[in-house]
């Protein structure tokens, strides 16, 4: 998973640095398909099995703990895996984690391509 999150650090810098030297002068449709890659950006941080006690909840990165009612947890499948000691299922929630940043990179990357104009 660690290796994930520097690329997801890597991406985000690449994108953030594309667009504030050329963001301003894209043209119209090149931004409109910009804007259509990072509309929906978010929802590849969901994992359609959900996580463990409520597979209705999909997002890998926040969610709500079970117990503590509104208060939100950051990578609750590996948190509470741990914190309950099931270490099985942290393993297989660090290895889905790492898959949605992995695709979360990919998009920025892609969206940094498009703004240098490859």
Same mark, same amino acid.
């Given at each position: 998973?660690?290796? /994930?999150? !520097? +690329? %997801?650090? +890597?991406?985000?810098?690449?994108? $953030?640095? =594309?667009?504030?030297?050329?963001?301003?002068?894209? =043209?119209?449709?090149?931004?409109?398909?910009? @804007?259509?890659? %990072? +509309? $929906?950006?978010?929802?590849? %941080?969901?994992?359609? &099995?959900?996580?463990?006690?409520?597979?209705?909840?999909?997002?890998?990165?926040? =969610?709500?703990?079970?117990?503590?009612?509104?208060?939100?947890?950051?990578?609750?499948?590996? &948190?509470?895996? #741990?914190? *309950?000691?099931?270490? !099985? $299922? =942290? @393993?297989?929630?660090?290895?889905?984690?790492?898959?949605?940043?992995?695709?979360? /990179?990919? &998009?920025?990357?892609?969206? +940094?391509?498009? #703004? *240098?104009? &490859?």
């Amino acid at each position: 998973m660690a290796d /994930s999150v !520097d +690329r %997801l650090e +890597r991406a985000a810098k690449a994108y $953030d640095a =594309a667009y504030a030297e050329k963001g301003a002068a894209l =043209a119209p449709p090149v931004r409109e398909k910009l @804007n259509g890659l %990072l +509309r $929906d950006i978010d929802q590849l %941080l969901l994992d359609d &099995r959900g996580l463990p006690g409520r597979a209705w909840y999909r997002h890998m990165i926040y =969610a709500p703990g079970r117990f503590t009612g509104y208060g939100a947890k950051t990578l609750p499948g590996v &948190r509470e895996a #741990i914190e *309950e000691r099931r270490f !099985d $299922d =942290a @393993n297989i929630y660090a290895g889905r984690i790492a898959a949605v940043l992995d695709a979360y /990179s990919k &998009r920025l990357d892609e969206a +940094r391509a498009l #703004i *240098e104009g &490859r």
